[in-house]
DNA sequence: ATTTTTTAGGAAAACGTTTACTGCCTATAT
DNA sequence: ATATAGGCAGTAAACGTTTTCCTAAAAAAT
């Protein structure tokens, strides 16, 4: 019943090899026969077997990509866009969501040796996978890697400049009394986010009106928003380390019966999908998730396919994206 | 380098056949015998080969989930709980993201016989793809399904029940003009939650204040009731088809500076996880993810390891859970 | 026309497992 | 003690491709 690539050939009246040929794109094969090829496969409806093909060739055509949610939207963006470029080099994607620690990438999928290579989404420290990963001589590529250090081939995004690009935003907009909400301490892209935004307040000769600690939470946000409110200690403008804490900010206003942008400008990190749905649309620092799969992925292949060079870092910019949560003092 | 069963084989002093057979954990191998084997592997740190496995086995142990959008934190939730269902019983997840119509199924890890069985996730029409699926005998089970008839064994939510519950959660909280904002047409489940609710406002002997249709949008939602408050002609409460809806509506309550939940009571549907988050937090109905989940993969294992039993339905109640966004008339 | 080069296609040997099938050896029953 | 069954382990044949030679034919060069 299942129809191989001997049943192809015979139909062709050919040999496997040739068939073989066509279904890898090599040369040498007569357009004529080539024909009579891709005229049988089509016949008896032929699908390749990919252990098989697997199996002979050495490779799976498998990546696989570890992240510790599906949750995030950038995270989301990513590992779409990642699959979109492996698709198109002819690479499936093998999903393996965990929550860090506990059996990331030497879980699941690439336990036995089913990967020709792993992108690391977001890793925030050096685990046990990653060392086992570079023990089987499996390539790794690090994407938006949050560690001080790289042990691989790394795709980042240039936080600090994002936290700056911020601040800088609020601080043409005139205002003088910024608050910045951090998120947690573990995450580079936390404190590079603080980094850039007291640089560019620095720069302006300005201090911080004052610099919370949160988590990428809504919560989070409202929290610290009502608090503020309670005390009726409120900034003119602040620059919260993600969309999530800048909604809660933006909740705990209106709750309060505040108008914005008018009572306080709100700038966010990462343009989640539905940071421009609220109202009034959030202005946000864009990451350019789409740049950081290609270039993940570029790497990586690569490294699989080609000479394994030497460990590069390739660093992008994020963007600001202009709405109308942040706006000129009143 | 690469070590393989052989290697193992020769260090244990046994045959490959005793290794495969304490790899596939069969019984009649000596207990000692298998200790040496295993023994071996550990001092080889040898990985069985997936492909051949797979090749020899004519089973990949890959499982495929089809769906639309990862953005949707239902289907999230639904596709993580499959993945460690799935782990559970030895098998992979393969995802296929992909906005419906074209290239779903029969799309990427599809495409050659890489998959044992497919998981279709709220499939809203019978397009190419299911059609190929069976033709190729490949097992399917269709997950929250969306369409009237079902070309193979699915697990649906009683969206009517989910509605008619909301409707009375409202009635109970003694509102009487309640307006429902329904989802687009072509999901059952939209109407089949529209169905429940005008149901309950019959039997209450009540007449919905007012039906409207949106999309599965935030800004859907915000509009709407911005018309409403411009129109001032507001109900004292809504059942929206999902939570983008609600909190969409909540906001444009929220920047018109009126009171929630006070001067209007929301239910949504869905629980996404912000729905916690926004306050008031969301009164809503959950899906049962998890079940959903858990009955798919039983299903569908079933169908490729035992029997083809009957084509069979399985449907599951959604619950309320009551937060602060509905509250009694004042 | 003959020799040399290029091109196209085939035979056979991998690739690393699992799965019959066979036979030995050891208990158990007679 | 002998026949019998049953547990264990091994040999060989799949599984469906690709890859490495190698040869025949065709094209180019002499």
Redesign the interface.
Known sequence: MKVSIFDVARRAGLSVVTVSRVLNGAASVRDKNREKVLQAMKELDY?????????AKGK?GIIGLTLRT??D?FF?AV??EI?DRL?ERGY????S?SPEGEGSPAH??F????VDGVLLLSPIREDESVLELKR?KIPVVLLDNQMRHSPAPSVIVDNFKGGFDAACHLIGLGHRRISHIAGPGPFLSSRERERGFRAAMAEAGLQPFSVERGTF???SG?EIAERWIRADRLPTAVFAADD?IA??VM??C??A?LR?PRDLSVVGFDDQ??AA???PGLTTVRQPAGQIARHGVELLLKRIEGAPQRSVTVKLEPELVVRESAAPIA
């Not at 499936?92 to 999903?95: H, R």
């Not at 336990?111 to 089913?114: A, C, I, L, T, W």
């Open positions: 699908r390749p077997n990919a252990s098989a093909r697997s199996l799976t599906l949750q939207s989301d590992a779409k699959n698709a499936y994607l093998a999903l969501v699941s999928t336990k036995e040796d089913r089987r939470r809504i919560s409202y999530n909604l809660g909740d705990a209106k709750n019966g914005l999908p539905y749905e609220f109202r």
